[in-house]
């Protein structure tokens, strides 16, 4: 049972434009969301998180947005760049915290010159 | 970068052999957890720890246990691999203000 589903493995974007990589869950007690980017054997890092009670948080070139009506959020880089280029992992809590996270399956960004 | 060490960073085993994963970190926080990474599932908690000898299960506990004598280990051990267990495992580290960070990663195969 995937409680946060990543549809798209894949998606290409070319330099410059904007990357949008979506992400949907299934648990309604999920109240705080985190992107992490993942490069080739290295840990995840995280990106920018979002709790329940906002629909948008914006840091730098990364927007994360929520609708909890829909239980869907997704990220936007703009604009993206060659060093963008990674697998982008959407997480979940219930504890209102970065903890117990339950994870996507992964969308693998290549970024295109 | 948060202070986390996992060791050792490669291991081949044989089935049924006892293997001991150990995570280190320098930053002082509260919860520490253990994950797994394979192709198709992302990343799965295994084990998490909320204090020193206070642990608890995850969604993928079975076959590991876990021990935290001191704030700064998280041991995960696989008491008897079998090749279910071949992957990649990260420990993560966080405290109640902050996101949770994680260590680079051991590569396990079990023949």
């Known amino acids: 049972d995937q409680q946060v589903k990543q549809n798209s493995p894949s998606l290409s974007v070319q330099e410059g434009r904007i990357s949008i990589l979506n992400c949907d869950y299934t648990n309604s007690m999920f109240d705080y969301f985190l992107w992490y980017k993942k490069y080739p054997a290295e840990g995840p890092t995280f990106l920018i998180s979002?709790?329940?009670?906002?629909d948008k948080n914006e840091d730098g070139r990364f927007t994360v947005f929520l609708n909890k009506s829909a239980k869907h959020l997704s990220l936007h880089i703009v604009p993206s760049q060659p060093g963008d280029s990674a697998v982008y992992f959407c997480a979940a809590s219930d504890t209102g915290t970065a903890s117990k996270l339950t994870f996507g399956t992964g969308t693998r960004l290549q970024v295109t010159l | 970068d948060a202070g986390i060490t996992q060791s050792p960073r490669h291991k081949v085993t044989e089935t049924g052999t006892p293997v001991t994963l150990r995570c280190h970190q320098t930053?002082?926080?509260?919860?520490m957890y253990w994950y797994r990474q394979d192709p198709g599932h992302g990343l799965r908690l295994i084990h998490y720890?909320?204090?020193?000898?206070?642990?608890d299960k995850g969604e993928v506990s079975d076959g590991y246990s876990v021990s935290r004598s001191k704030t700064e280990d998280f041991l995960l051990t696989l008491e008897s691999a079998t090749s279910s267990q071949t992957s990649v495992y990260f420990c993560?580290?966080?405290?109640?203000?902050?996101?949770?960070?994680f260590g680079q990663g051991t590569r396990l195969t079990v023949v």
């Open positions: 720890s909320y204090g020193v000898k206070d642990t």
């Open positions: 979002i709790s329940s009670i906002k």
């Open positions: 930053e002082n926080h509260r919860y």
């Open positions: 993560a580290i966080s405290d109640s203000n902050t996101e949770a960070f």
